[in-house]
């Protein structure tokens, strides 16, 4: 199994150019997240699904948009980068809404993104 | 609004010494998490706390919850330098599978 894989590792944006990160994951999870890293800040959710075809909004959801129109993808997009939107992203899946005992999200690697 | 707020959040410590880190949270919940973030790496689950009391260990590290006080602790016992790392708590928020993270606590063990 590969876990939770994201594309791309690194990417650097001019102001206003839009790009979509993917994240892919083989473990057959319902839940899928995408987090944005900023330093001393911990993790911010963006936006989240409950399910193949859901979305919702997290705690920074301006400026993104995501869809899961498969269940072991979710897309995260941005449509006309800002620098402020300079960070780290994180992928994470798991298994329903953390309801089981060792319920917990499993992260991918990254994509470290600079909009200059 | 949940809040979750960790101390310290750098914490530069001698190998062989025990130190505690502090996770407290704003509003109700019950369950609780700590995840090991290595340089430029992902994310690795450690702990999973999902009542009041809860107690689990591995290795030289050992987490509790005190859902009552809003507190979890992250204690090292005897630590070595491969448990240099960055340390995150975070909790559960409004179901959902949904989490709040802390800021982080950035450990560095020396010789």
């Known amino acids: 199994n590969a876990g939770v894989t994201q594309t791309p590792k690194f990417r650097v944006l001019k102001t206003g150019q839009s790009m979509t990160l993917l994240c892919a994951q083989d473990?057959?999870?319902?839940?899928m997240y995408w987090y944005r890293q900023d330093p001393g800040m911990g993790l911010r959710l963006i936006h989240y699904?409950?399910?193949?075809?859901?979305?919702a909004k997290g705690e920074v959801p301006d400026g993104y948009n995501v869809s899961r129109l498969k269940k072991q993808n979710f897309l995260l997009g941005l449509e006309s980068a800002a620098p402020s939107q300079t960070s780290v992203y994180f992928c994470a899946s798991s298994p329903s809404g953390l309801g089981g005992s060792t319920d917990t999200q499993y992260f991918g690697p990254g994509t470290r993104l600079t909009v200059l | 609004e949940l809040k979750v707020e960790q101390n310290p959040l750098f914490l530069s410590m001698q190998e062989g010494k025990n130190y505690t880190i502090y996770c407290n949270y704003s509003t109700t919940s019950d369950r609780l998490y700590w995840y090991r973030q290595d340089p430029g790496k992902s994310l690795e689950s450690l702990f999973v706390l999902l009542s009041n009391g809860a107690v689990k260990q591995e290795g030289r590290l050992m987490a509790s919850l005190d859902t009552k006080a809003r507190l979890s602790t992250l204690h090292i016992t005897a630590a070595v330098h491969d448990l240099s790392a960055t340390y995150f708590c975070?909790?559960?928020?409004?179901?959902?599978?949904?989490?709040?993270f802390g800021q982080g606590t950035e450990l560095s063990v020396k010789p």
């Open positions: 473990m057959n999870h319902e839940y």
């Open positions: 975070a909790v559960e928020f409004n179901q959902g599978g949904k989490l709040i």
């Open positions: 699904s409950v399910g193949e075809g859901t979305t």
